[in-house]
């Protein structure tokens, strides 16, 4: 009984000690992960003021929109040519299992039977 006793202690005392553990790290990595969030709030700059724009610019788009156009629909008849080679692939059923199980037991019944007819049963 003693044994037992010593043994139900010490897998106390491992569980409690593993769970002191992992609660430690708990607070840690929770202490890590608030330190990191407030400094990158600190680091974040103040919004600046927009600069009050003198004049417009009219930003011009570097392929003209005819080209565009073209190179979209390129790429559009290439993915639905890509998309009519391909052809499903056959579907093929998964074997059912009885029949192998059916043939293990049948083998197994088989060994039982030649070990009762020896006596070794």
Known sequence: MAEFMEGLNLTVLGVTIVFMVL?????VLYAVGWTERRLVEREAPAPA???????????KPAIPP?????????????TAEKAAQ??????????????RLYGVQSQMEE????????GKW
């Open 111 to 118: 060994v039982e039977d030649f070990n009762y007819e020896m």
């Open 49 to 59: 003021p927009a600069p009050a724009p003198a004049a417009k610019v009219e930003e």
């Open 86 to 99: 391909l052809r499903p692939l056959p579907f093929r059923r998964k074997v059912s299992d009885a029949w």
């Open 23 to 27: 609660a430690i790290l708990a607070v």
């Open 66 to 78: 005819k080209d565009l156009a073209v190179i979209t629909a390129a790429i559009l008849a290439y």
